[in-house]
Nanobody, 123 residues
């Protein structure tokens, strides 16, 4: 079993940047593909980005391509989400999660989840 803790959320103005972190403990981090999702109030949890074991492959949802970047640090057992040019519609709780198979984007394809970190973009 793996435990995940997100951090780095906060209040930022339109056009600003944030870097979210997801630190893991427990089972070996390198075994997992990792992903980020987000959920705005009243909405479903949706896919943001994913990174493969070892970090060779990444995938970002179309609406966030060019603004968001996912990366991982094997030594720190941490996955990051760099978010630039933030918009009010990026306001949500952001979650990280583990996946056995890279390239999946459904919530059901991800196993362990963190508790989330709130991102609020003010206009």
């Amino acid at each position: 079993q793996v435990q995940l803790v997100e951090s780095g959320g906060g209040l930022v103005q339109v056009g600003g940047s944030l870097r979210l972190s997801c630190t893991t403990s427990g089972r070996t981090f390198r075994l997992y593909n990792m992903g980020w999702f987000r959920q705005a109030p009243g909405n479903e949890r949706t896919f943001v980005a994913a990174i493969s074991r070892g970090g060779d492959s990444t995938y970002v949802a179309d609406s966030m391509k060019g603004r968001f970047k996912i990366s991982r640090d094997e030594v720190r057992r941490t996955v990051y989400l760099q978010m630039n040019s933030l918009k009010p519609e990026d306001t949500a709780v952001y979650y990280c999660a583990t996946s056995e198979i890279f390239g999946r984007t459904r919530v059901a394809d991800f196993g362990s989840w963190g508790q989330g970190t709130q991102v609020t973009v003010s206009s």
